[in-house]
Structures are given as C-alpha cells and as structure tokens.
C-alpha cells in the first residue's frame, strides 16, 4: 500500500483545485416523491413518511417465509393493545442479558441501563394508554452506536479513554429527535476502536458476533448495531459511515444500511472522528422503516451548504413505480469480488431488469485506488487532527494494536499529502457527475467478501487484517469522499448461508430515488430471507 501511496497521492502531479468538503448544490430534481415544508417538526415528519407507505397490513405468512417486525408493526401491536412498549422493554432487557451471557457472548451493546429503558417504555405505554402516542415511533426500541451522544450514557467511540476527556452532555441532535418522537433509546451499540477497522473486532468491549454465524464478524465500525437489527432486538439502529461503516455491517448481517447525503443529517454530538466523510446513518430491517428514521432525523444540517436543501420522501406505493431507471455498472470494478457475491448481484441486477424493465449502463470509473488512498490520508488526517493530543496523553496500551498502528500511520501524512487528497476528490466529483449524466445511480456489490470467523488471537489485542479489511471497503469510498448518498439492501446468501447486499450509490441529495430504489430491490428478494441463528422476537415472544 506505501508504494501505491507515494506514487497516486505523495508524488502525484495534479492541476485540479483542492476540494476540502464534498459539498453539492441542491438540485430539485426529485420525482415520485414528496416534497416536505421545511416548518414540520420531527414527529410530523414521521407522520408524512408514514403516509408514503403501503397501507395493506403486512401478517407473518402460514409458510416458512421469515419476515422481521417493522415500525408500523409495534406501532399497530400498541395500537391494539396487543402488548405494550413495557412489556417490549422487558423482554428486551432479557433477550440483551441473555446475549451477554459467557455462553452466547454476542456483545451487542457498550453500554445500556434497563432503569432507563423501563422509565421510557413506562412513559409511552402511558401515552398510548391515553391515546397520545407522540408518532408511530413512540415506544419503538432503537439503539445508538457509542459514537453518537446519547444520555444518560458516556460516549467512549469504543474505546477505555475517550469519555474521560470528553463529556456527554446532551443529546446529539439526530438522537434529539428520534426522542421527540418517542423512541425507545436502548443504549450505546458496540463498535470497532474509533472507527478504525473494517471488522468490529473490539478488545476492550468484546466483539459483536454475527447473528446469522455467531463465530464470525458483523463488520465495522456499526457493528453492534447491524448486530442488533439482525438479531430482531431494534427494528432500526444508528451508525455512523465514514468509509462504509453502516454499509458494510449492514450486508454483512444481512440487513438495510442507508448512508444520507454529506450535510443531511445534523451532525452535531457526533464524535468529530472525521468531519468531511462521516454521517449519520441509519441500520434497518427493511427499506420501509429506514425511510421513517431518516424522515425523523433529517433536518437543517449545520454545513455550509448554499441553500437548505428540500427534504424528499419517496412514495413507497405499487401505483407509484419508477420506470427507465438507468443503473451504471463498472464492470471491472463490480466483478472484483467473491464469484458467490458475483453470481448473487449479477442475478439481482437481472431480476430488475426483467421485473422493471430498468437498464444497466456500463462505465468505466477511472483512479478507483487513487480515490481509496485519498480517501484514506483524509480519514486518517481529519482523525489524528482531532484525537492526537488526546492519544499523546494517556497510556497507549489502553488502545488495541490495530488503532495504534493506525494512528502510527495517520501521523505520517503531511500537508502535501493532504492537499494531494483533496485535489483528488475535486477530480472525482467531476468524474462522477459526468457519470450521473448518463445513469440515475451506480449498482455494485457492497462488499467483496462475505463475513469471515473471528480468530482467538484478534480478540485481546485488535485486527490487522489488510486483505480482508480492502475487500470489506472496496465499493465504499465514493460515498463518503464525495459525499454521494449511498443504501445496501440484503439480496441473498453465499453457500455458507452467510448474507450479500447489493448497494446502490445516488446523486446528491437523492434519497427519495435511492430509497425507492432500495425498496423495488427488497420486493424482488424478500420472500427468501432467513431467519438468523441469533434471533430475539420481541412482538410475539421467543
């Protein structure tokens, strides 16, 4: 990789202009879609999402089909008075304690309070006692990943340090808002040390075991929460993706991962690990509630963006299908992966061609390693900038190998090298627009490897595996270097029974597209999900 480097990065003569955040103007472009005013609160957002979904009732079916509890689901089991979200709380409590326990050691959470989790399930099971629910998010379980603040708990970014030198005060402003509408607020997700691996192989806090194969990864950094969606103990977690880590999880476990636009998710209480590609985003069961959290949290983003931009939400109805879709395919790109993974994304993109009619144009995307470096000497730049006085001070054997390595690595970057990065992102925003001229989004596969075991040696010290680490992060990059909206949708299995996601990569601002998109997808696939080994159900009880 250090030769690559110096020669794509370091020595690169480049005439572009740096481009220092991937900042788009707003274009309104949106169609088959919902356009929100901009006064609504949090709630009412949710409530216009809503109104975007199909309103058959959706039953378990009599065969062997596996579907998991969406929102709606608890929404309407509370409605009824079928349970209420105490009784949820309880039996989520128990479903977490079960999972830790020496035998399963799953390791789902850092950090949760069952104190807590009953005062709130408590507070809601009264509203809809009275009639009162705030939203069809009320009472609802979602887990926070310990990088996004979140009270009454620490945030450590999985660390043993970092909350001893930064303070959780309040609530990050997208968790402010799934709170005013609500939510349950499980506690703080396991996660890969500061972000900085591709496995969320954690030493300090345990490693969160994949529920459909307990013996290996779920992927990082959001691990513990793609574990958790997985696992049926939230209908939707959060993540933050700052090179695939809500991505990569998410195909991983074998579940939704939507990656916003840079900008449209307030960002604010989120650790500043990596201000220009790191967002919020969301971990979900299904296309459906990912659409209801991100209509919850999107709001006024504190970016410099030129104007604010309009909030769309796709109408997710059979009346209202998209035609002439036009899906760019690199090809090289996208058959650099595991011929398993290959098959399955071949055969989805297949599957939309005979069922929609929709068109795969094949382009070339040139400097792709470029690209992944740039990307990289900005994370690891914008990481060190932010936590190594912090990492200067205490005992570095409280971090894991991998993140000392990383930060050994990080603090050998230099400006030139930084401005190199950018001038190159600069490029490839200009690469990728003339791509989006000719297609509505770009197809591959979301990851190049399907989730491999957890070796005995990795769990005390941390993961430095390079080979498996690029393949995970391959088809990433894009969207967190050029700040392109991003979703993977689970389309099938490898012979192992393991999980392979299909991502869709947008243009910006396009969720309403991205998200329909997605959703077209996940009809064509559901019917042959599995359920996982590691599987909690909440609604009608284990």
């Avoid at 075991?209 to 691990?223: E, V």
């Avoid at 690990?273 to 985003?281: F, P, R």
């Amino acid at each position: 990789m250090f030769c690559g480097f110096l020669q794509l990065v370091s020595f690169a003569v480049l005439e572009d202009s740096p481009l220092y955040a991937p900042l788009h103007p707003y274009q309104d472009a949106e169609q088959v879609a919902k356009c929100l005013d901009s006064s609504l609160s949090a709630a009412q957002q949710v409530q216009e999402a809503k109104d975007c979904l199909e309103t058959i009732p959706k039953h378990l079916t009599s065969d062997n089909t596996f579907r998991r509890w969406t929102i709606m689901d608890y929404s309407s089991a509370y409605g009824s008075g079928a349970i209420t979200p105490h009784m949820v709380a309880q039996r989520l409590i128990s479903a977490i304690m079960q999972s830790s326990d020496p035998g399963m050691d799953m390791s789902f959470f850092i950090n949760y309070e069952a104190h807590d989790i009953l005062k709130q399930a408590t507070e809601s099971t009264l509203r809809y006692e009275k009639g009162e629910p705030i939203s069809v998010l009320d009472g609802v379980p979602i887990a926070i990943k310990d990088e996004i603040d979140c009270l009454p708990y620490p945030t450590t970014g999985g660390t043993k340090w970092l909350q001893k030198v930064r303070a959780c005060n309040e609530d990050a402003a997208c968790v402010k808002r799934l709170r005013s509408c609500g939510a349950i607020l499980v506690g703080k997700t396991n996660m890969h040390e500061l972000g900085a691996g591709t496995s969320g192989i954690n030493p300090h806090y345990g490693t969160s075991r994949n529920p459909y194969d307990p013996k290996r990864i779920c992927g990082g950094s959001s691990s513990g929460s793609a574990a958790v969606v997985c696992a049926g103990l939230c209908p939707v977690a959060l993540g933050v993706d700052g090179g695939g880590s809500v991505r990569m999880p998410a195909a991983l476990c074998g579940v939704v991962g939507l990656k916003p636009s840079f900008g449209r998710i307030p960002h604010s209480g989120v650790i500043p690990l990596n201000w220009t590609v790191g967002m919020v985003g969301i971990l979900a069961g299904t296309v459906e509630d990912s659409l209801i959290v991100y209509a919850a949290m999107s709001g006024e983003a504190e970016t410099s963006q030129p104007t604010v931009p309009k909030l769309y939400l796709p109408m997710l109805k059979p009346c209202y299908q998209m035609s002439n879709i036009r899906l760019a395919k690199s090809k090289e790109w996208f058959n650099d992966c595991s011929d398993d993974i290959r098959t399955c994304c071949l055969s989805a993109l297949d599957n939309l061609h005979k069922c929609y009619g929709w068109q795969t144009v094949e382009v070339t995307i040139p400097d792709i390693e470029a690209m992944r470096l740039a990307h990289y000497v900005t994370i690891g730049s914008e990481c060190s900038a932010s936590l190594s006085h912090h990492m200067d001070k205490h005992n570095k054997s409280e971090s894991g190998s991998d993140v000392r390595a990383a930060f050994s690595v990080y603090g050998a970057f230099n400006s030139g090298d930084y401005l190199n990065a950018q001038r190159i992102r600069n490029r490839q925003m200009k690469i990728h627009e003339k791509i989006f001229s000719m297609a509505d989004v770009i197809v591959t596969p979301t990851v190049g490897v399907t989730a491999y075991e957890i070796k005995d040696d990795v769990q005390e010290t941390g993961e430095l595996d390079y080979i498996n680490g690029a393949a995970l992060i391959r088809y990433s990059i894009a969207g967190n270097f050029l700040g392109l909206p991003a979703v993977t949708v689970p389309v099938g299995y490898d012979k192992l029974g393991l999980p392979i996601g299909i991502q869709f990569i947008g243009k910006p601002w396009s969720e309403a597209m991205l998200i329909h998109i997605a959703y077209a997808m996940e009809a064509l696939c559901k019917a042959e999900y599995r359920k996982p080994q590691v599987y909690y159900d909440l609604l009608a009880g284990n």
